[in-house]
């Protein structure tokens, strides 16, 4: 597949819109409220999320439940977003998202994908050795963890809450938010216990 050049696949981009727009499927104002809330997106809205369930069980059982429910109520506009599910990291099981088609990927709450998500290194990879893509990545997993690899689709968007390290009982939503990193909430990463912190 070529991509085609920047430029004309702007000009396309905007005579698809153009033509959305004559035939009413989509307003300006619908396409500046996504656009706004697109851009505004950012892996925080996930990390809070993940850190809200950690501390509080019925947050947990929504997100759990309904991830689009459980953004809405954070104040995220899910309108128009495909469903959003939530895995549930136990001591014996890590899960790792990928899309192994494109790159499909909860951006309302994680904002953009990394590089590494669309690569088809890592799409290719991660199915096949999800633990030595995670060895490598500084996760060393212990064979007494299953890794379930998770495919997010155009019709259905996958995060993962982790487990709460060791060391942070008594910790704010604030603080439990800053140890959760974007790559964390794909399962690509471990939150990071504290430093000096027993266990973990
Ligand atoms: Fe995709």
Redesign the pocket.
Known sequence: MSAPARPESIAALDRLLEALRTRGVVTDEELAARQASTDSASPETGARMVARAWLDPEYRALLLRDGKAAAEAMGVSMAGAPPLGVLEDTPARHHLVV?T?????PRAVLGYPPHWYKSFAYRARAVREPRAVLAEWGTALPDSVDVRVVD???DYRWMVLPLRPAGTEGWSEDQLTSIVSRDALVGAALPQAPQGAVGG
């Open positions: 899309c088609l494109c790159s499909c990927y997010s689709t155009a």
